[in-house]
């Protein structure tokens, strides 16, 4: 299902919207993707509690929770359908097309000729060992826990 989607859904993007945004539109779609898989399994999980806790039998929980997912399918369908391609009004035209890219070209030769800092005078490259520096530390720490319980397996 996910490599399907993972396959299916640029090329969807572009058929709909258009090949020029189908970058900034996909991260919304795989935004939505990783909110659905949150929280799907809550509202799974709150229904079935919700069923035990009223007295509905275990083996029986997940019957009204398999109604109400079919009907989002249904609904996620529904919605799907409902989209139409964007209207030809909205094109960029050729015109458009090539002035936005002669000030993309334009601003890459900028950025090339400037010194290598930001506007508060640190040097561009400082992000990358910070970014590397907040993701070690949770990272190290979930690896010495996970070292030190597979010793205590190993004894």
């Not at 299916?8 to 945004?21: C, E, I, N």
């Not at 999980?45 to 399918?73: C, F, K, P, W």
């Amino acid at each position: 299902m996910y490599g399907g989607g993972f396959a299916t859904v640029p090329a969807y993007l572009a058929d709909v919207f258009g090949t020029r945004m189908v970058g900034a539109i996909h991260g919304r779609v795989l935004t939505a993707w990783s909110v659905a898989g949150v929280l799907g399994p809550v509202l799974v999980n709150y229904i079935r509690e919700y069923q035990i806790d009223h007295g509905v039998a275990r083996a029986d929980a997940y019957s009204v929770t398999m109604y109400i997912l079919a009907g989002l399918l249904v609904l996620g369908f529904i919605c799907n359908w409902l989209v139409k391609p964007v209207a030809s009004k909205h094109y960029m035209s050729p015109a458009e097309l090539a002035a936005g890219q002669q000030a993309a070209d334009s601003a890459i030769r900028q950025s090339e000729r400037s010194p290598a800092a930001d506007v508060r005078g640190l040097p561009q490259w400082w992000p990358l060992p910070a970014a590397w520096t907040a993701v070690s530390i949770p990272l190290g720490w979930g690896v010495w826990v996970t070292l030190e319980r597979a010793v205590l397996l190993f004894r």
